[in-house]
Nanobody
Framework: QVQLVESGGGLVQPGGSLTLSCAAS????????MGWFRQAPGKGRESVAA????????YFADSAKGRFTISRDNAKNMVYLRMNSLKVEDTAVYYC?????????????????WGQGTQVVVSS
């Protein structure tokens, strides 16, 4: 049974930083492209970042470029999202997702497995 478990969310002030973690189990982690998505209240799910199975290729949404970093540790079955210079508009539930394709993808429909999400609130 595949499980993706996110952690690291919380309340942070504007300009602050958070690192989200996603622990994967039940799949050959090194064969999967991993993505981070988010969903704000009343909005659809949007891509934030993605990383190829090897870590050699990444994708970032325009809103994340220059502020967020995605990384993975295949030995630990973990993927991370480091978020700096957080803004109020980054407030959302953040989801980790896995797809068997080799290329990072920003389309949620291409991802097979999803975590339950972790809440990030950016507020003063």
């Amino acid at each position: 049974q595949v499980q993706l478990v996110e952690s690291g969310g919380g309340l942070v002030q504007p300009g602050g930083s958070l690192t989200l973690s996603c622990a994967a189990s039940g799949l050959t982690f090194g064969s999967y492209t991993m993505g981070w998505f988010r969903q704000a209240p009343g909005k659809g799910r949007e891509s934030v970042a993605a990383i190829s199975w090897s870590g050699g290729r990444t994708y970032f949404a325009d809103s994340a470029k220059g502020r967020f970093t995605i990384s993975r540790d295949n030995a630990k079955n973990m993927v991370y999202l480091r978020m700096n210079s957080l803004k109020v508009e980054d407030t959302a539930v953040y989801y980790c997702a896995a797809r068997s394709g080799t290329s990072p993808s920003n389309s949620p429909t291409t991802y097979t497995y999803w975590g339950q999400g972790t809440q990030v609130v950016v507020s003063s």
